[in-house]
């Protein structure tokens, strides 16, 4: 049967898919529909249509899923930074296996894969050290903060995100009545005009250190020193900072940080080491589940202490510090400046001596250093952004022969497509762990062993 715009149906929901979308059919028909939950009957109305698939609006929850539950958030639906929070937490973890095994099998190739369970969250909510919160006005002129709309950059007002710290507020609350006070214009992205872009805010869990970087289309913010003052009476303050980015572009932060108050950086904990971070240096942000995810790469590490590592992509040196405490030697690469110089201070105050740190593309670096000096790694421990390995660097790796590859990733998809690359030319899947590191949302990271096939 074809179906049209506007044409209203119902469904079972059979299946979830990578977007936390609900999945069911009808006479042959696949609809996916956004806030529909596995197990759910629902009636929803065709948006889009193709012949044999089409999307659909939720209208009606005619039967609630088993594992249907009630959002913390009032915003959950609008809002694009949660997508399964309808869905209950153990389901989550569900869907997120059979996520990284689809991506392997599908992507990757592989037949039987070596998983492990599922690492999850004690508390699914309030997790996250970091956020970054656009500002703007609203339909009636209001100064307003909060998150984008799924797939828009429509801002749904919200101070108090239920993933985040409780001092999110306090400290938007003050910037905001700040910018009303002294007519201070958001910026805004269909003119490139007004200055305050957004309000970045990161706090150390173990230290309970906050920052907050204000990323502005302009060099100063009037009235600096009593926003200052006012955000110093926040429990905690440790570093303002204003980060410049005058680029009309959708990146967030421009690449020169100024400091107005305190330290350019605060001071986290995992473990027994102590990491300093910028506001430009990546920095996991679920610390409780950053500790879970260091200890599996180190267990697939699997050190000794005679071990030559290089820790690739390896931002403030969190792994690398991690790994050096087991390791002969370790050395880390990374292409943002202030991320390697946080990593050499890092070093220096956990008094750390066998490491070594290189700023530049980890597909630059490391075939340098191979065909320069021949280098040489016991393991390789790979971490990078979404997009995964470039393919010169995974050739390197090929080329260097380590006798183990840690993989961790925060995008199964590109995951799979590396792993089955490493996995063409000599090494073999050995072991598969996700680690919820964002309850609440699709995405997931992974960590995997390979290892050279004898
Ligand atoms: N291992 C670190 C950081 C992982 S995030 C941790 O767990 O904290 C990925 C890091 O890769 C980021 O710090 C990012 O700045 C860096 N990066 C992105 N592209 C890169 C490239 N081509 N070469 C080296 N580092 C890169």
Redesign the pocket.
């Known amino acids: 049967m074809e179906f049209r715009k506007n044409d209203l149906v119902t469904l079972e929901i059979e299946d979830c898919g990578v977007d936390g979308e609900g999945i069911g059919k009808t006479d042959g028909f696949t609809v996916f529909v956004k806030d529909a939950v596995i197990g759910d009957t629902i009636k929803a109305k065709i948006i889009k249509a193709k012949k044999h698939y089409g999307y659909g609006r939720l209208v009606e929850v005619i039967k609630p899923s088993p594992y249907r539950t009630k959002p913390r958030c009032a915003f959950a639906r609008q809002c694009g930074g949660c997508q399964l929070q309808a869905l209950s937490y153990d389901r989550q973890l569900v869907f997120k296996t059979n996520k990284v095994r689809g991506h392997l099998e599908r992507i990757g190739g592989f037949t039987d894969i070596p998983m492990e369970p599922i690492i999850g969250m004690d508390e699914p909510y309030h997790y996250r050290n970091k956020a970054q919160f656009p500002v703007g006005r609203n339909k009636e002129g209001k100064i307003i903060t909060g998150f984008y709309a799924g797939r828009t950059h429509t801002i749904i007002e919200n101070r108090d995100c239920a993933l985040g710290i409780p001092q999110n507020k306090e400290v938007l609350d003050r910037v905001i009545s700040h910018m009303e006070k002294y007519n201070i214009e958001p910026y805004n992205e269909m003119t490139g005009q007004g200055l305050v872009r957004h309000i970045l805010i990161r706090y150390g869990y173990f230290t309970k250190e906050l920052m907050v970087c204000l990323i502005l289309n302009g060099n100063k913010i009037p009235r600096e020193e009593l926003l200052v003052s006012s955000l110093r009476e926040i429990h905690g303050m440790t570093s303002i900072t204003i980060n410049v980015n005058k680029k009309r572009n959708n990146v967030i932060l421009g690449d020169k940080i100024r400091l107005l108050w305190g330290q350019d950086y605060i001071t986290d904990k995992i473990g027994d080491i102590s990491y300093q971070i910028s506001p430009l240096?990546?920095?996991?942000v679920n610390p409780r589940q950053?500790q879970k995810l260091?200890a599996k790469a180190l267990e697939y590490a699997d050190l000794h202490g005679d071990e030559t590592v290089w820790?690739?992509?390896?931002?403030?040196g969190?792994?690398s510090l991690f790994l050096a405490q087991k390791a002969k030697f370790v050395r880390g690469?990374?292409?943002?400046p202030e991320?390697i110089e946080n990593a050499r201070e890092n070093a220096r105050i956990n008094g750390i001596t066998n490491t070594q740190f290189y700023v530049?593309?980890?597909?630059e670096?490391l075939p340098r250093e191979y065909e320069k000096t021949g280098i040489y790694a016991d393991v390789i421990v790979v971490?990078?952004?979404r997009k995964g390995c470039?393919e010169v660097l995974l050739q390197t790796m090929v080329e260097m022969q380590p006798e183990r590859i840690v993989y961790?990733s925060?995008d199964s998809a590109t995951l799979a497509r590396d792993l089955k690359y490493l996995c063409q030319r000599g090494y073999e899947l050995k072991k598969v762990c996700p680690v919820d590191q964002f309850g609440m949302t699709v995405h997931v990271e992974t960590v995997c062993l390979l290892s050279k096939k004898l």
């Open positions: 240096s990546f920095y996991q950053t260091y820790d690739l992509y390896c931002g403030i969190t792994i690469v990374e292409i943002v991320a530049g593309k980890a597909e670096v971490d990078p952004p470039d961790v925060c």
